[in-house]
């Protein structure tokens, strides 16, 4: 059975958190929400209840976990080598969408980081989040609270429809208001890498560190899957709604004219047809559910609703989903790494775009 209790997202009820607090402590897990997606926990130092987070989830064993603190001051306990640009990332981006990857301790369990010699550690940006780590008083492991493979939830209805039944308690705290997960970057070496880019962007940790370099398999297929790639999650197939996504790359006027003829063709074949447009081209289409995704000039509103879109898109039970691309700036390199991973990998381009 798993209990599921709402909280004030705002003024978390921390009577309510210690009830889940206590979950933690005794080894069973929690689900509960950040700024970025919703977060399935366990007692990050308890390899028996970190099994169940595998396990609950569907998670290969191969994929290292990240764990959340709620205190900078924490660090030292759980990393054994700790840069001068943690403190100066820390200081800017904590509390927030940014895990930072270093020299594990040996405290941490090897489940935790799949064997790696390295962990991943973020203070997430959520007053629920925060009480409920505090009052467990243990750092916790959590990957995104979805079924290995799917979207990452973003609201509690995606939680509810995947691990309903395979957890003890889930936190409905509403929306996660990023909507994406936290930029992962590795900061072991004298050029930070983003090995998975996320809530916070190349250009604002190039701001303050002054440099920073994108890991190739953020746009590309990872495809000798005997080897080890930084980011292990990368190996995997992610994102993916149950329709096929096509993602379509070009101008506006390009990009509408290329999904109106394929959800022409798809129609046709008898096919049933989602677009994710934006409110810029909404208006473009003629077939199909066409769904805004957000405004471009606000790329943060598409950011927010990408995984719910695609969600959306599988419960109408469309069979192809036909997506425009955006910019790869700002948090545009984080959406569009969402997006060509949903697509498989296969981008169309159209136009002078590629
Ligand atoms: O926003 C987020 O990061 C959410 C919330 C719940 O905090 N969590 C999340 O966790 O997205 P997960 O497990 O779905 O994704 C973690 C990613 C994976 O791609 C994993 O391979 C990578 O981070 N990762 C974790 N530890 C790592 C490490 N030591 N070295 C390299 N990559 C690591
Ligand atoms: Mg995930």
Redesign the pocket.
């Known amino acids: 059975m798993t209990q599921i209790i709402r909280i004030d997202k705002i003024k978390p009820e921390s009577e309510k958190l210690s009830t889940a607090a206590k979950i933690l402590t005794n080894g069973g897990t929690v689900v509960f929400p ?1 700024e ?4 399935l926990g366990a007692n990050a130092l308890d390899e028996y209840a970190v099994k169940k987070i595998f396990t609950a989830k569907g998670r290969p064993a191969d ?4 764990v ?1 603190i709620c205190d900078t001051a924490q660090i030292d306990k759980l990393a054994s080598r700790v840069p001068e640009s943690f403190f100066e990332l820390a200081g800017k981006f904590w509390p927030g ?1 940014l ?1 930072m ?1 270093m020299k594990k301790s040996s405290l941490v369990p090897d489940l935790v ?1 799949a064997g ?1 010699d ?3 550690i ?1 203070v ?1 940006d959520h007053p629920a989040a925060l009480e409920l780590i505090k009052q467990a008083g243990v750092p916790v492991a ?3 609270a979805n079924v290995s493979g799917l979207p ?1 939830p973003t609201k509690v209805e995606h939680v509810i429809n995947d691990l309903d039944g395979k957890v003890d308690i889930i936190i409905d705290g509403g929306d996660c208001l990023v909507g994406l ?2 930029t ?1 970057l ?1 900061i072991t070496g004298d050029t930070p890498v983003i ?2 880019p ?1 809530g916070i962007t190349p250009e604002q940790i190039e701001a303050v560190l002054g440099k920073v370099s994108v890991d190739r398999f953020v746009y590309e297929r990872f495809k000798n899957l005997d080897s080890s790639p ?5 190996k995997y197939r992610h994102y993916s709604p149950r329709a096929q996504v096509i993602l379509v790359e070009g101008s506006l006027t390009e990009m509408a004219a290329e999904i109106n003829r394929r959800s022409e063709c798809f129609i046709n074949n008898k096919k049933r047809v989602g677009i994710m447009a934006t409110d810029q081209t909404m208006h473009m289409y003629a077939h199909g559910t066409v769904m805004s995704l957000g405004d471009r000039d606000r790329p943060e509103t598409i950011a927010g609703n990408l995984f719910g879109l695609l969600r959306y898109f599988d419960r109408l039970g469309v069979d192809v989903i036909l997506a425009e691309s955006i910019d790869r700036t700002g948090i545009g390199i984080a959406v569009m790494n969402r997006m060509i991973r949903a697509a498989g990998y296969n981008i169309v381009g159209v136009g002078h775009a590629e």
């Open positions: 950040t970025t997606v919703y977060g994929n290292p976990l990240i959340h969408p895990t990857v980081t790696l390295t962990v991943g973020r997430p959590a990957p995104s990452s997960e936290s992962v590795d090995l998975r996320g930084r980011s292990p999650g990368v």
